[in-house]
């Protein structure tokens, strides 16, 4: 059973008094896309930084069957997870193609190929590559954050509120390319979102989160019909 | 609410967020273009004046040169400064101590017998050792700590490096020879003395291989990134930690250029342990006037602080070369007075 690309047992985290954690379970099958939901403060976010190191964290943490526990981001991203933090993470000093160059900077040798296929999911970024990322529009911002995950050739990709301050076309557009990755490309994801209508639309199984504990797990089409998320998050 | 406010939090309709993000950029760019425009004229009045001047007067001139010469020497120590500030908001205040020490590294080394160039190239090497280790010894432990534990661990550092040079080498002075020689060329009845075409030509050659490092490099676009945005550099796997201290071991090799090329200069007889105390007044001047941020404003801001110091020294018989260091504080005071982001500085602009 424990076939699972990223599994998370007992996951605890906590910023200085403040216990955001309380041990979280949750199992991220290679070539699925995760969602996670739940209200504002119930730990969502600290729960991808808890894979990526960004925040101290107790319990089991295995990517691949590789403990996390004790390594820090640098390390975590060199096991090829690319984490897209919530405001994105983009250099908006630096070019896209510096930005872009970033994402791959654990990879040795030539990026051209992986610059070739990210170019051919975002064509417009090729135009722009020599554009300072902070002239950007909020949208392209994200796509390029997401592009520059992409660059590194994750096998896990982290994905936190993708949809946080988009218009909803873009959100949509977003979420579009994120699927195609996924069947395309065979990209895991474990996305972050507070739109739980279009996060459990493009995943396969998710996670709620309520302050700190996994409340309901399942399948994206059972937790859509499932009425207690379809009260508080999908509003119908 | 401003346009850039808007953009940001803009969960509204695509076009009115597009539209007012590209508005923001508009104003932004355009304001940068006037201010960019008016320090290119200024730096532009300044150097017509100088030729003007130079053509004029060959005492004019010859002050010129030793002011552009001395200037680049502490522009060499303002980029030192700046690379330590832009990657930790830090001015490391024993920067000037830290090239005095590499250079009586390189006396050492000349008195083993080794040749100056051959000298100088391993003080550069040990430069960015002792830089690196420092960082990792002494910073590093504070450095998450808060901006005042890290400036008064380098002020600290200020005194023990003192105590260190005095203790093995003594308080006497040390005499280095100028690898330039003593010879000047002779340019239209205008002697240009050998030494300070050398100087300048090795502070920019040093500079230039810098900003190439940083600009052409993976490993610069990975410290410019760690300086930018720690958090985010780490996520795609950047070692922040150890940027960090190439960051130092770089300052501390750009400063013992600025040590060596400091005691090239014909008039500096002696190597003392006050060799780069004046000039670490002049550096921070440099860097303010470029804006603390700017690595071509530490240069430009040297040059000028070098070539105003000399030519009111020459020309006012009131500014004696006592008066010359409160003198610079005075410029210092000003320019943080009427433009605290220098010539080439820019407000912080930030979007989420």
Known sequence: MTTALLELEDVEARYGPVHVLHGISLAVE????????????????????AVSGTVRRSGNIRFAGRPLN?????????????????????????????????????RRGSI???????????????????????????GEQQMLALARAFVLRPRLLLLDEPSL????????????IVRELNEKEGLTVLVVEQNAHLALQASDSGYVLEAGHVVLAGSSAELQADDAVRRSYLGY | MTPSAAATSGTSAVSSAETSAIAGFRSRGSALDAGTATVVLLLLGAA????????????????????????????????????????????????????????YIAYELGLHGLSYWVAFALTLVIAFSLGTVLQVTLIRPVQHRSVIAVVIVTVGLFILIDGVVNWIWGGFFKTMHSPFGYASFDVGGVAIPHAYVGMVIVVFASALLVWALFRFTKLGLGMRAAALRPAAAALVGVRVDTMLAIGWGLAAALGAVAGLMAMADPSQLFLSTTLMQPILVYAFAAAVLGGLESPAG???????????????????????????LPFTFVVLLLILLVKPSGLFGRREVRRV
Do not use: D
Request: aromatic share 8%; proline share 4%.
């Open chain 2, 298 to 324: 530490a240069l430009v801001g040297g040059v000028l602080i070098g070539v105003s110091t000399t030519l009111i020294i020459g020309y006012v018989p009131q500014i004696t070369s006592e008066m010359q």
């Open chain 1, 165 to 176: 301050g988009l218009a909803p076309i873009l959100v949509a557009e977003l979420f579009r």
């Open chain 2, 48 to 103: 017509i004046f100088l030729l003007i001047g130079c053509l004029q007067s060959a005492r004019f001139a010859t002050l010129t040169i030793e002011g552009i010469a001395l200037g680049s020497v502490y522009g060499s120590l303002a980029l030192a400064l700046v690379l330590v500030y832009r990657a930790t908001h830090v001015i490391n205040f024993a920067q000037g101590e830290l090239a005095m020490f590499t250079t």
């Open chain 1, 70 to 106: 004790r390594l820090g981001p640098a390390a975590v991203a060199r096991l090829g997870i690319a984490h897209v933090p919530e405001g994105r993470g983009t250099f908006s000093e630096l070019t896209v193609w510096e930005n872009l160059r970033l994402g791959a900077y654990t």
């Open chain 1, 30 to 49: 290679e070539g699925s896309v995760v969602a996670v939901l739940g209200p504002n403060g119930a730990g969502k976010t600290t729960t991808l930084r």
């Open chain 1, 112 to 138: 051209q190929p992986e610059l070739e296929r990210v170019f051919s999911y975002f064509p417009w970024l090729s135009e722009r590559r020599r554009q300072p990322a902070g002239t950007l529009s909020g």
